[in-house]
């Protein structure tokens, strides 16, 4: 029989090797940034073909379930849905898995990163895991995912986990999540007979602290007018910190250099974008497209990204003083500050006070809320948005895009409607 999803695995594995040797060749001004990015895909790809082919156990789980705890277990891992965020540049079947997603018996509203999780599980595109550490965070549609996952006819019967996340963020919610958390742990053990050292556990949790601040320290030089970082590694730190390398001195190679670069521009009094005039806020999820767009709003609007949801780190260190402190404190990091879940889980405080600090601090010209399909939660607190902008005098732009497909809403559609708005604003 056929293993397809040892086969997908092959070919993504080839493609981020065609990838890092056309970087190699045809080097870029950041190509120095963009290349360890390459080779952490590439590296995880390698990993998870050897491991499917020695038998050895793998885990599919999500950035949001602590993944110290795996890298400190020894216990390879993948996201189901990490070909769905690399893009179109990143994966080249992006076009056959969305229509392949358009044939399931699945409503058409729910975001389109689950529906085509959904389509990589039945399709059998995903390697087989020894067990699942599923995510019931932050939406309702993750919760159908976790579902779907539970009853695929390729995934049955494999052992299923999913942290279960309290609605509130009080003291006792971290608690009740770092019991979670420990509850993970032995689950992991029992169908992999790995076993958790607090000692390995504490080396890769001081790293990623390590890896958190350095982040903090570059998102403070973005502050600088012009602006010294660029959408092109943007999501770096994201990546870095949640899903490849985490926990690995190698990523933190990678934070050095970056904010090294990032300073040099600053005492120099350049930005990455000459003759920066727009600064601009992207708050949400970069779509699979964002190769083409990005790059335009430099080139004809002089418009920069200042800042993402991505890419904005108000995550909490975690405190390595003992066993107790450590599960605490990722439990808050994985509860509370993670990306989507701090935006979208309960009250609309934290994107509110997210929004209204960004604006602020790296003088935001105007606000996009590209208002994807499937963030529901965002779509019920455009109107909270938009006052805040008009009251901080900062012009606000709400699109109507699907992330995932550029089906839903062209590229060209979108340019065109952003020009529009940059035009009616004055800006530019």
Known sequence: ??????????????????????????????????????????????????????????????????????TAMDIHWYCPVSAAFAGAGANPYLMN????????????????????????????????????????????????LHEASRRSKEWRGIPMFAPDPPYFTDERSIDYFAQELRRMVDFLTEHTGQKLDIG???????????????????????????????????GGPFALTQNRWVGDPRGLEW????????????????????????????????????????????????AIIVMDMFSYCPYTLVDTSSEETMFHDLA????????MIRQAVGVADNFASDLVRIVKDYKIDCVVWPAHMGHKDGAASVGIMREICRDLGVPFLSIGIDTFDPRYTTPDEVKNTMSQFFTAMGLG
């Open 255 to 302: 934070f050095k250099a970056a904010l090294a670069d990032s300073e040099k521009l600053v005492k120099a009094g350049k930005g990455w974008l000459e003759n920066e005039r727009i600064r601009l806020l992207w708050f949400d999820v970069h779509p699979t497209w964002f190769f083409d767009l990005a790059p335009w709003l430099e080139e004809e609007w002089k």
């Open 200 to 234: 390995r556990l504490r080396e890769v949790v001081e790293v990623t602290n390590e890896q958190y601040q350095l982040w903090q320290e570059i998102n403070e030089l973005r502050r600088a007018v012009p602006c010294p970082f660029n959408w092109g590694v943007g």
């Open 332 to 339: 808050k990091r994985n509860l509370m500050d993670t990306t």
């Open 97 to 144: 898995d969305l229509e392949g997603a358009d044939k399931l018996a699945v409503s058409s509203d729910i975001c389109t990163l689950l529906r085509m999780a959904m389509y990589y599980t039945e399709a059998g595109l995903l390697p087989r895991p020894t067990a699942i550490v599923g995510m019931i965070i932050p939406c309702d549609g993750i919760v159908a």
């Open 1 to 70: 029989m056929v293993d397809k999803g040892l086969e997908r695995t092959i070919a993504e594995r080839d493609h981020f090797e065609f990838l890092l040797k056309f970087l190699e060749e045809s080097p870029y001004e950041t190509s120095h940034l963009l290349i360890p990015l390459v080779k952490a895909n590439l590296d995880h790809y390698k990993d998870t073909v050897r491991y499917i082919e020695e038998g050895k156990p793998i885990i599919a789980s999500y950035f949001s379930n602590a993944p110290e705890i795996f």
